[in-house]
């Protein structure tokens, strides 16, 4: 096997720390896309919300992730990582302070519009900077580790929602909208001084300047003569569909709709879903917050098994159980609280897998030229359905029910394991030039197909 300084160096602190700070992104998410949900059980009623109005303020941060997604992995390709990894956050922190302050539903809408954006354009951004500097074996787990955080930032929520639901009054809503700020203060704090990438830097023809990053993270002794030249460097964003990266970018908006539909859906309306099952007041809010905890240890669990059990069967397995777990819970709505929510444990643990590759499979399966571009174009097809789930999803409890509203859930994971099934590649144990290059898959079948004929001889 092909070794090189930066694909198989050893686990630095330098990396640990670009770990934690690029992940307080998904820790935002988490948290805005959360507060939300605790939020609107007190000011649907004091702006007199229709039904529509909630799923409007409901998805309004996914249509700005959408739209934020595509605009942070274009500027990050453009302008580079480093500058950009301090900007989207001082985005959050002046919006999210903004929302205290609104008197309208029309406002509020376009205030989460803009947290959206600023939440979406982070993603590429970070995941970016943070697949170029770590080491293929860690790749797969801190990759992961993004949407671990994103539970965590939705805990944290939760949390903080109820304790300033208790000890506030009549505005504890705009003071848990406007909490998020104080995060991301922390977060643009830490991230202060991070380096540039240096394959951004290569591809841009900087190449003193990647030489000496490449030398204070790595050692002296390293320069870009030890990077692999990657095979898809030549790709532009405009060719990228009508290039052979055309097939991995309909996997890739696919199988992560299939995944954030369902679960996006759940999240932002928690609370009216564990009511609709009977489980209301307290026992709503602490089956929230319960859920949430096994939403992260579900993480946790498909982070140890990435690199061991491998992409893809992760993926399909994950869509698998999670998505029969709903099914039970769409014929059986009435069942006791304790099978109920048994059965939202199952779907919160094993979900987890399909979680995390979200962001490994994006980042390891197209060229640093393109990376950028490729996974917030990614990020933001797959906001499309989530938008739209979560839009439909107070219509769909109101005018269909809690049992085919959980059927639907089911079905859309159900597709997910299928899809994944036929289009879900390996990129375990590869190089990142390896996994973005064309060339892996045409070879994986090859030695596949090989060793079928030997075992029939």
């Not at 640990?16 to 609107?40: H, R």
């Not at 000890?167 to 991301?184: E, F, H, Q, V």
């Not at 304790?338 to 962001?359: E, K, N, P, R």
């Amino acid at each position: 096997m092909t070794t090189n300084p930066l694909d198989d160096a050893p686990l630095s602190s330098f990396h640990k720390k670009l770990a934690v700070f690029s992940s307080g992104g998904p820790f935002l998410d988490g948290y805005v896309l959360s507060i939300i949900g605790v939020a609107m059980v007190q000011f649907a009623d004091q702006l007199s919300l229709s039904s529509i109005e909630q799923g409007l303020v409901g998805a309004s941060s996914l249509v700005g992730i959408l739209l934020g997604a595509y605009a942070g992995g274009w500027l990050t390709d453009k302008f580079g990582r480093e500058i950009l990894f301090t900007i989207d956050l001082i985005a959050i922190i002046v919006f999210s302070v903004a929302q205290f302050f609104v008197q309208d539903v029309v406002w509020l809408i376009i205030l989460r519009l803009l947290i959206g954006m600023a939440v979406g354009a982070d993603y590429p951004i970070a995941t970016s900077l943070l697949t170029e500097f770590t080491p293929r074996k860690y790749r797969g787990p801190f990759l992961g580790a993004f949407v671990a955080m994103w539970f965590v930032g939705a805990a944290a929520a939760y949390v903080a929602g109820e304790i300033l639901a208790r000890i506030g009054n009549d505005d504890a809503w705009r003071w848990m909208l406007a909490s998020a700020a104080i995060p991301a203060i922390l977060i643009v704090v830490a991230r202060v001084g991070t380096p540039e990438s240096p394959r951004w830097l290569i591809n841009k023809g900087r190449i003193d300047e990647a030489n000496e990053v490449l030398r204070k993270v790595f050692g002296p002794h390293v320069s870009i003569a030890d990077l692999p030249e990657e095979e898809g460097s030549n790709v532009s964003v405009k060719d990228l569909l009508r290039s052979g990266y055309g097939k991995r970018m309909a996997f890739i908006t696919l199988f992560w709709t299939c995944s954030i539909v369902p679960l996006f859906a759940v999240y932002a309306f928690a609370p009216a879903i564990l009511g609709a099952l009977k489980l209301e007041g307290d026992a709503a809010h602490f089956g929230s917050a319960f859920i949430t905890i096994l939403f992260l240890v579900g993480c946790v669990v498909a982070l140890l098994l990435v690199n061991r059990m491998g992409r893809r069967p992760l993926l399909i397995h994950s869509f698998l159980w999670s998505g029969l777990a709903l099914l039970i819970l769409g014929f059986f709505p009435e069942a006791p609280s304790t099978i109920i929510m048994a059965l939202f444990a199952v779907y919160a643990i094993v979900i987890g897998g399909s979680q995390i590759l979200q962001w490994v499979y994006p980042n390891e399966l197209f060229p640093t030229e393109i990376r950028g571009s490729a996974v917030g174009m990614a990020s933001s097809l797959s906001r499309i359905g989530a938008a739209v789930g979560t839009f439909l999803v107070p219509l769909s409890l109101t005018g269909l029910g809690i049992g085919p509203t959980m059927l639907i859930a089911a079905a859309i994971t159900i597709i997910g394991a299928v899809l994944s099934h036929f289009m879900a590649p390996e990129t375990r144990g590869l190089t990142l030039a390896q996994s973005a290059g064309l060339t892996f898959e045409a070879d994986a079948k090859a030695a596949a197909s090989s060793k079928a004929a030997m075992s029939r001889s």
